[in-house]
């Protein structure tokens, strides 16, 4: 029997809970091992919860849990830095495996967690802290643990690409589209850790860090949202054979790691065009085993249960063995800043409609090195759209261009850059 201890009963922890006690008998059937949620930490005990636990099963004091001789594994479902932190670091030092999906901490104090659990000799497992109920970190850990990963590429949040999907099938403004989100429950009443990019962003770190042995913190991944991206900018990409994707890419070159999150054109014959509504899909590149693809949920109570429920296993088999799985040593590779990336850029411009500007406006791209793959002209009287896709630029050229065209007297208006991605 190994008894299990759940700080936090919400979404998470109760879909969890019902799952072990469902699945208990089965589970035990193939491993031998008898999962039993013996306590649960709340903050609220006299809330209503759909899990079928005795009333002194809960508790308002998780340390109190967390130091039980009779707690043999601690998940963690409560998020956000303290007092999770705190009470992993405790789980961990006292010998019991953890198993968490809170991405904030991992990507935030990774390392710290990561050393605990090796002086611990035990394990800290977060599957469910990246793609929900895609297996995402098993993979990068186990399966591929001997390939050269040279870049993780994917759709990490479901309310974004929810977004993109209903805007792009449907030729909705972005305001609309969240509203509907919102009321679906794909968004939260404040949305901004997703459209913002800081929910992919903290996953995008935990990736790097995995699949590189790298150490990669949240602050070191760049960001930006979709809030700007229009229909305007999503007909011109289909247009061109492209779809709008918020996407986090992790790259190694073998001497320094970039990280980034932020809308992207992706061809539309990519694996990635066709990820829709909330589902999430990440695209492994290996020196190797080439391409991969990982798709599934990568949200809700199911699914991230479902991931917690099989690293628990993974920690309970490995703790009646008497062995552990850690890291190993992870490496201070540079970072790469987002000016010194390199990338395909589209760019829309609105200028005078008078002979001379077409020209003036190539000379600014040719000065700062940015070569122009192709150009549309659109005419509306006085004023003519321009839309650019460049060849591969670097970030840091590219925003010099941008600079300067702002300059240009015969520049109205500049509207989204969007990064490009596969030829």
Not at 205 to 217: D, E, L, P, S
Not at 300 to 318: C, E, F
């Amino acid at each position: 029997v190994l008894r299990i201890g759940v700080l936090g009963c919400g979404t998470v922890g109760g879909a969890l809970i019902r799952l072990i006690q469902s699945d208990a008998d089965r589970i035990a059937a193939r491993t031998g091992i008898f999962l039993e949620v013996s306590k649960v930490a709340v903050r609220n005990l006299s809330a209503d919860r759909d899990v079928n636990l005795p009333p002194d099963s809960f508790t308002r004091d998780p340390a109190s849990l967390v130091n039980s001789p009779d707690i043999d594994l601690v998940v963690e479902t409560i998020g956000g830095i303290e007092p999770a932190r705190q009470l992993v670091i405790d789980s961990l030092k006292s010998g019991k495996p953890v198993v968490t999906a809170n991405k904030e901490l991992v990507a935030n104090v990774g390392q710290e967690l990561f050393e605990a659990a090796s002086t611990g000799g035990v394990d800290l497992f977060f599957e469910a802290a990246v793609g929900g109920g895609i297996p995402l970190i098993r993979v990068l850990r186990e399966s591929l643990a001997g390939e050269r990963i040279t870049r993780v590429m994917g759709i990490v949040n479901g309310t974004t690409n929810f977004i993109l999907t209903k805007m792009t099938e449907e030729g909705a403004e972005y305001a609309d589209v969240l509203i509907e989100a919102q009321k679906l429950g794909f968004a939260e009443a404040d949305p901004a850790a997703d459209v913002e990019g800081s929910d992919a962003a903290a996953k995008a770190a935990i990736m790097a860090t995995i699949a590189f042995g790298a150490k990669v913190v949240a602050g070191d991944v760049y960001q930006e949202g979709i809030s700007h991206i229009s229909p305007a900018d999503i007909a011109a990409a289909s247009h061109m054979g492209h779809v709008i994707k918020l996407l986090a890419i992790a790259e190694f070159d073998g001497q320094e790691v970039a990280v980034r999150v932020h809308p992207t054109m992706v061809p539309e014959h990519h694996p990635l065009a066709a990820v829709r509504e909330s589902f999430n899909a990440v695209f492994l590149e290996g020196s190797e085993v080439g391409d991969l693809m990982l798709y599934g949920r990568g949200a809700g109570g199911g699914p991230t249960a479902s991931a917690i429920l099989g690293d628990v296993i993974s920690a309970a088999r490995n703790l009646q063995q008497g062995v552990s799985s850690d890291l190993g040593t992870l490496s201070e590779f540079a970072i790469r800043p987002i000016d010194e990336t390199a990338s395909a850029f589209y760019l829309q411009l609105d200028v005078e409609d008078q002979p001379g500007v077409l020209a003036a406006v190539a000379s600014v791209f040719g000065e700062h090195e940015v070569s122009i793959r192709s150009m549309e002209q659109q005419g509306h009287g006085a004023t003519a759209h321009l839309v650019f896709i460049t060849h591969k630029a670097r970030e840091s050229d590219v925003q010099s261009t941008l600079r300067e065209l702002r300059d240009l007297k015969e520049v109205r208006d500049i509207g989204a850059l969007i990064r490009v991605i596969g030829e």
